[in-house]
């Protein structure tokens, strides 16, 4: 905005040093064509008379205006040049004031988009270093959850371990083994994929049956042939309850063997 305003008061002091030329030259043209003048019409006046030098009088007056009319001619001729003169400098500065102004705007418009990039690099920046932290912290708890299960699973693992030691020591003494309620639970459904290849055979599985009669645990023991068929029957007959089996008359945690036979009706 000063340099606007400071091309502008330059640019007036300009016009007003060209219009003082314009004046001393027209000064001087005027002495010019008075001097000029001073010398057509001689060193001495004419002496006009009323009578007798009518003629003489009429012609200092024609030269007069001759003469006035060549000062006019000259006058007109050093105006429309010193306009000319004039309106080219006029239109040089005006030209010059423009391309400051453009500068000007373009420099404004190179430093506020450098600043525009320097914050979107910040913010940029910013963000990246947001979304490590986060993804440090997500990363933080899904270990944690991982630890947490595998200690759980190790822990489930140990226990699971100590009744299968507990049923084996347990099963020699017992006095009726542990065995399925097959009216607990729906019997397996038959796999559309194995009736569709004509797929059959028994299946023998291990249960880890508790007190209560819930299997913990199961394993297959001799598959069937198809492992499909195998899962399908574990799947189903883990949700069966079970009889515990009893060692002088109380329920202990033992192992049961259960066989499921997998057979197709025509």
């Not at 009893?246 to 997998?262: E, K, M, Y």
């Amino acid at each position: 905005m000063n340099k606007t305003v400071g091309a502008e008061g330059g640019k007036q002091g300009t016009g007003q040093s060209a219009e003082s030329v314009v004046a001393i030259a027209l000064l001087c043209v005027c002495a010019a064509a008075g001097l000029a003048a001073w010398l057509l019409s001689g060193d001495e006046l004419p002496v006009i008379t009323p009578d007798k030098n009518a003629p003489a009088k009429v012609t200092s007056v024609q030269a007069d205006e001759e003469l006035y009319s060549e000062e006019q001619a000259v006058l007109a001729a050093w105006q429309s040049r010193l306009d000319g003169e004039f309106s080219e400098r006029e239109q040089t500065l005006r030209q010059q004031a423009q391309l400051l102004v453009m500068q000007q705007q373009s420099d404004a418009l190179a430093e506020a988009s450098a600043e525009a990039e320097a914050r979107a690099a910040e913010v940029a920046e910013l963000r990246a270093l947001n979304a490590e932290k986060e993804r440090q912290v997500a990363l933080a708890k899904v270990r944690e959850k991982e630890a947490a299960a595998a200690k759980k699973d190790a822990s489930a693992r140990l226990k699971l371990a100590s009744q299968a030691e507990s049923a084996s020591e347990t099963s020699v003494a017992l006095d009726v083994p542990a065995s399925i309620d097959w009216s607990s639970c729906a019997r397996p459904a038959y796999p559309d994929e194995a009736v569709r290849f004509g797929k059959q055979g028994t299946v023998t599985m291990s249960f880890l049956v508790d007190s209560e009669g819930k299997p913990t645990d199961g394993k297959i023991v001799d598959s069937s042939g198809t492992r499909r068929l195998d899962y399908r029957a574990l799947s189903a007959l883990s949700r069966c309850q079970f009889e515990p089996g009893q060692a002088n008359g109380i329920a202990v945690a033992s192992l049961a063997q259960v066989r499921f036979t997998w057979k197709l009706t025509r």
